[in-house]
């Protein structure tokens, strides 16, 4: 590997900064990349679809003892992080060795919770390697398991010592995945970065084909503004953090009523333009036709029919982001604006989702 075709992005947060690296191939020469950030003996884990994958070459580079687990959602519940920390102990763990998670968002979650709680905290760091989980969810300290009061209500902040985004591991994901992680990549140009949004409709689709050069800007774009806000609100106080949350209260809603059959992208996808429209119907912005169009284009759902009104909005209330039941949602107001707005008439919520 040569060093300088590593981007690095740093995560500046005082005593818990940390280096984002981003490049094509950087599994190749793991061992040399984690070396430096590595203090004892590393536990990789990974998931059954990505382990036959990447896991070998990974583990021998780190000379690191292995754990698999079931792919998917279901994953991130209790049984799991018993799973997992016990075969960490078993193999025998101190306070300086390392938990590293080599995966999507749901590998990634997990290893992170079972990371901050075990021996009340060990290293962990971050191998993502889905779309998602490069651009959004190994950035930013979130952890979490799900239980069945619902998704991510237990959890952590705990930062990792560092992440290596190798983008030649989206090779083998899935179409659909990598659209759904799209969702995400476009979601940080509308609440922040409108030249980031404008550039995205002319080359979105070469960063959804993995076109090296598109697809290499596009995540270093997404990496700086999650970054940015990340640096603003670490702990989602300010209601900057907050904003990340832009499509969804709609799209957790979709995700639900599908009964986890739409991916989290496609109900942020979709969400998002109900966000629009609901600024629309606010009168703060008139974005959701632009929006659908963009997402359309790409191949993204721009709508969710089937399920009924009330049953969507009593899912959103559920939402543990709406505070005292209320209906909050962050909505664009300008191309690389949002904000929080508080307490929506639900008539307003049922309109939109009606039109
Ligand atoms: P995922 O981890 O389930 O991965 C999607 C699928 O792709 C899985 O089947 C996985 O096995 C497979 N896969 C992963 N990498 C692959 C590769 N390179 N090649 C082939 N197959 C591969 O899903 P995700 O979309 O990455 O993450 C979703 C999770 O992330 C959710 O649980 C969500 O709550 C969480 N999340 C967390 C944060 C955060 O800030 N912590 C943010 C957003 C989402
Ligand atoms: N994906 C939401 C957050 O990191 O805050």
């Known amino acids: 590997m040569i060093m300088q075709d590593v981007k690095t992005i740093t995560i500046d947060l005082k005593e818990r900064s940390y280096p984002v690296f981003i490049g094509k191939g950087l599994l190749t020469d793991i061992g040399v990349l984690l070396q430096p950030h590595l203090r004892g003996k590393a536990f990789v884990v990974s998931d059954e679809n990505v382990a036959p994958l990447y896991l070998k070459n990974v583990a021998k580079a780190l000379n690191a003892e292995t754990i698999v687990i079931p792919a998917g959602e279901p994953s991130k519940c209790w049984q799991t992080v018993q799973t997992v ?25 997990i290893t992170g919770f079972c990371a901050s709680i075990l021996e009340r905290g060990i290293d962990f ?17 979130k952890t979490a398991i799900d239980t069945r009061a619902g998704k991510n209500l237990i959890g952590t902040f705990y930062q990792p010592k560092a992440v290596v985004v190798d983008t030649d591991t989206l090779k083998t994901l899935p179409r659909r995945q990598i ?53 603003a609100d670490e702990r989602e106080e300010t209601g900057e953090r907050a904003l990340l949350n832009l499509g969804h209260t709609f799209g957790h809603a979709f995700e639900a009523a599908s009964q986890m059959k739409i991916l989290h992208g496609e109900g942020v996808a979709a969400g998002c333009v109900y966000a629009a429209k609901l600024s629309e119907k606010l009168g703060l912005s008139h974005l959701a036709p632009r929006i659908a169009a963009h997402f359309e284009k790409i191949g993204l759902p721009v709508k969710f029919d089937g399920y009924e009104t009330a049953g969507l909005i009593a899912l959103m ?11 909050n949602f962050v909505l664009p107001t300008a191309v690389g604006q949002a904000r929080v707005v508080k307490d929506v008439a639900e008539s307003d919520v049922a309109s939109v989702l009606e039109e």
């Open 85 to 109: 920390t016990d075969a960490v102990l078993e193999k025998g763990c101190d306070r300086r060795s390392a938990l590293i998670s080599l995966g999507g968002g749901v590998v990634g979650d």
């Open 125 to 141: 760091i971050q191998i993502p390697t889905t779309l998602l989980a490069q651009t959004d969810s190994s950035v930013g300290g």
């Open 179 to 231: 659209l759904a992680g799209y969702a995400e990549v476009a979601k940080y140009g509308l609440i922040k970065r409108a030249n980031f949004w404008e550039w995205l409709e002319q080359n979105g689709e070469k960063v959804a084909a993995l076109d090296d050069a598109a697809l290499s800007y596009a995540v270093e774009q997404s990496i700086l503004t999650k970054a940015q806000v990340v640096i």
């Open 317 to 327: 209330r559920k939402d543990k982001k709406a505070l005292s039941n209320r209906l």
